[in-house]
């Protein structure tokens, strides 16, 4: 009895034996039970708001050592819980994981604690808090507890492909019930609590819970019951993976001796789905997995799976200017720190992330069972390429084109009107989940080579990632794309020149003589805006995305701020231009993009407003 006892309530050992002399006394076990002292009690602690807690596309990224102070993390969280309303939380089945970055740990303690507080039910939680942020989607949409129990939310650890580190970027959002990203609504009012919070509530007594260990914690609040699951971070994720591919076609195509794979999660936490996923599920060899042990630190490295930061792919694939590597691996892929973002690399090729989505939609309905029945639609975001558009026109498909940032996408998919989506920022994805998912993308790329060699891995050449993409170009004509980041500039020159291009705009006429004198060899510009979406599904007006410059031969210019930076200003600038003609597909892009270059370089006067003289990033 007394062991039962302990265990039960090992947390509040004074007023557990005091009570447990009363049913001593009264002879009666029963009554003890039935009146147990609770495990922990809420607190109130009271606190005064933190400034610039908006969360931005992605919910709120900042440096560890602003997340770090007292109370920064905490105000967050109970904004958060008052804007969802007790409704949402009371009682819920919350989900927090994440990354695994610097800091993840002691924040899913903390909110561990204002969940118990707060009136939360169930906490679930990966094992060693890591979870891919498409993995949390997964879970949400899918998991069910053993008791029944479905998630209600989720709160997501991650500053996704910022790097980590206690002098870099921790970061936080929330997650609805459909498994996709608070819509602005919800961060609105989370916002608006932010600037007038006064106190917030947080279990006392509530041990650190072990999130090393698989199993279920039980304890007792004032209001009840409150357990904290911890589960392993792949078996959900790949059950619905499984549900979407044919699993043994493409463990046939990675058996296959003309093949070769290559997979590098830099450091990020798809390290940990990628070995199940890919090693013990796929047949995969382990040599194929490149940093694909979590770190809280990304190694030191920037977690964005692009030509200049995954680096080590890059060399790998035999793409790096300094280094030659012999005999590239036939497929490459890379992830961002929370599994969400994928770059595919052919032997020597890279494919754009505006092609890839492409080529995934023109090849889904033979490739991938998934969407066999065919496709509901597609979208794209706006700076993404119109390569997607062509497909779209070709199958007859419902098509949209949505402003930057995943949740646009989720609208459309929970009304049907989507089944696959893509953005240039290396974010590609469907309507199993509602966020963009890495390993979803590699594996739809190993199911088209699977389809496209199944009479020949046998005998017979391999279709190589590179022929499938010029096939498709061959087919559907070329979108030459380009993208330069000028990160961390003047957050005042980067207003000025993005101020400057909007007053251009005002004549159609003054833009063109001005290209004229930069380019003679540049068609001319027939429209400039900026970018205003209505989503066809709640008629929610988005204005402000993205400067325009559209051209006679389909070439566009497009000028944004970056929403995810944690420091200064990021300018992108997207360069796109289509041909069609068959002789003129086979150009190095930077080169065939050059006019166009130069004309938004000069046009947005660049190097005048940030005194870059060169992007940081160029892909
Ligand atoms: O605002 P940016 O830095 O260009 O980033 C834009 C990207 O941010 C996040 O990753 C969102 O999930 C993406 O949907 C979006 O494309
Ligand atoms: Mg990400």
Known sequence: MDSQVDSENAYNSESLSSKLHTSITHSSFQIFRLKKMANFKVSRVGTTPFEGQKPGTSGLRKKVKVFIQPHYLQNFVQATFNALG???????????????????????????KMAAANGVRRVWIGQNGLLSTPAVSAVVRERVGADGSKATGAFILTASHNPGGPHEDFGIKYNMENGGPAPEGITNKIYENTTTIKEYLIAEGLPDVDISTIGVSSFEGPKGKFDVDVFDSTSDYLKLLKSIFDFPAIQKLLSSPKFSFCYDALHGVAGVHAKRIFVE?????????????????????????????????????????????????????????????????????????????????????????????????????????????????HLNLKFFEVPTGWKFFGNLMDAGMCSICGEESFGTGSDHIREKDGIWAVLAWLSILAYKNKDNLGEGNLVSVEDIVRQHWATHGRHYYTRYDYENVNADGAKDLMAHLVKLQSSIDEVNTLIKGIRSDVSNVVHADEFEYKDPVDGSVSKHQGIRYLFEDGSRLVF??????????????????????????????QEALAPLVEVALKLSKMQEYTSRSAPTVIT
């Open 86 to 112: 007790a409704g949402r939380v009371e009682g819920a089945t919350l989900v927090v994981s994440g990354d695994g970055r610097y800091y993840s740990k002691d924040a899913i303690q903390i909110i561990t």
């Open 281 to 393: 599920e796929l047949g995969a060899n382990e040599s194929s997995l490149v940093n694909c042990v979590p770190k809280e630190d990304f190694g030191g490295g920037h977690p964005d799976p692009n030509l200049t930061y995954a680096k080590e792919l890059v060399a790998r694939m035999g793409l790096s200017k300094t280094h030659s590597e012999p005999n590239p691996p036939e497929f490459g892929a890379a992830a961002d720190g929370d599994g969400d973002r994928n770059m595919v690399l052919g032997k020597r090729f890279f494919v754009t992330p505006s092609d890839s989505v492409a080529i995934i939609a023109a090849n889904a309905v033979q490739a991938i069972p998934y969407f066999s029945g065919g496709l509901k639609g597609v979208a794209r975001s706006m700076p993404t390429s119109a390569a997607l558009d062509i497909v779209a026109k």
């Open 560 to 589: 944004r701020l970056s929403g995810t930076g944690s420091e200064g200003a990021t300018i992108r600038l997207y360069i796109e231009q289509y041909e069609k003609d068959s002789y003129k597909i086979g150009r190095d892009s």
